[in-house]
């Protein structure tokens, strides 16, 4: 009965892993950023948020266009449907990138 209960403790931990990583990383990300900031000022800050805005942005269109080569490649050996399958997912990333100009946008707009 021990060792079961050791077992669900392990499957707890591994399943909540994810977010926690995520969360670690989005913490160093902004500790970074203030570091930079208090290091070189505002300005200096101003430079690191808009580096890391292309650098998001190009990150993004790297995995979209991976994606929709992907989507592409299936639809091509008949796995998928040219109008439905890829259509649909050229769609779904228009509107995923939209969404990602639009963010960075209104996180501009709120600065200024």
Known sequence: ??????ELRLSDLHRHEGPAALKTLLACVLMTVGIVARAGGMDAGKQGLSTLQIWLYSCAGILAACYLIYSGVQSFKGR???VHDFGTDCI?????GAGVVLAG???????S
Request: overall charge positive; proline content about 0%; aromatic content about 20%.
């Open 105 to 111: 946008y209104l996180f501009s707009a709120g600065g």
């Open 1 to 6: 009965m021990k060792h079961r209960m050791n």
């Open 92 to 96: 779904k990333v228009f509107v995923t």
């Open 80 to 82: 998928g449907d040219w």
